[in-house]
């Protein structure tokens, strides 16, 4: 069955050091999407691709990078400078380029040692 | 800009209940609005939607309609069941705009 692929599902990082979060989909979906889960929260936008080689900022991209080098695959790494890194991270995907994700991993929970 | 406000949290029924669960929204012209479903530990899935006024979006159960006037998409089931245990959350978009995410509806069904 086709789907998104997040890995791993739990990460410690140390303060200082940045992490890089996996997602992998084999949809054949040619955006994807970053967010970044809260207690209580909704789902904000982290980064989007709509296209290979392609990405733009989302709500919160300040303290995040991401690359798009190949069409199933969209790492998010969790730069130092985030200061407030612990949260839930989804990653998503959708067919058309649009705003709109269809699909979504089970989710990456990060978490600061 | 717009928002996306729902009904505070958790909701706990048992089951066969009815279910509400309240979403209204701001927005200029006519955003297209989505109802997701997330299960505990795992990430969100698009439960219905709908894109024009008085569109009813339909899924599993749950129909939710497109009410312009009340600037509402207000989610419902006749009769619950303890595997609709979840965070639910309202969402629209607009135009190529991104997605904007209500802060989500816990509910949890009692048997």
């Known amino acids: 069955d086709g789907g998104i692929t997040q890995s791993p599902k739990y990460l410690f990082r140390k303060e200082g050091q940045n992490v890089t979060l996996s997602c992998e989909q084999n949809?054949?979906?040619?955006?994807m999407y970053w967010y970044r889960q809260d207690p209580g929260q909704g789902l904000r936008l982290i980064y989007y691709s709509q296209i290979v080689n392609d990405f733009q900022k989302g709500d919160i991209a300040e303290g995040y990078s991401v690359s798009r080098e190949k069409k199933e695959s969209f790492p998010l790494t969790v730069t130092s400078a985030q200061k407030n890194p612990t949260a839930f991270y989804l990653c998503a995907s959708s067919t058309n380029r649009g705003p709109v994700p269809q699909h979504f991993g089970d989710g990456t929970r990060l978490s600061i040692l | 800009g717009n928002s996306v406000t729902q009904m505070e949290g958790p909701v706990t029924l048992s089951e066969e209940a009815f279910l509400t669960i309240n979403c209204t929204y701001t927005a200029t012209g006519y955003p297209s609005l989505f109802w997701y479903v997330q299960y505990p530990g795992e990430g969100l899935q698009l439960l219905l939607k709908?894109?024009?006024?008085?569109d009813k979006g339909s899924n599993k159960g749950f129909e939710a309609t497109y009410r312009k006037e009340t600037t509402s998409f207000h989610l419902e089931k006749g009769s619950v069941q303890v595997s609709d245990s979840a965070v639910y959350f309202c969402a629209l978009s607009q135009g190529a705009q991104k997605l904007v995410f209500g802060q989500g509806t816990r509910l949890t069904i009692n048997p």
């Open positions: 709908a894109t024009k006024a008085d």
């Open positions: 949809l054949n979906h040619d955006a």
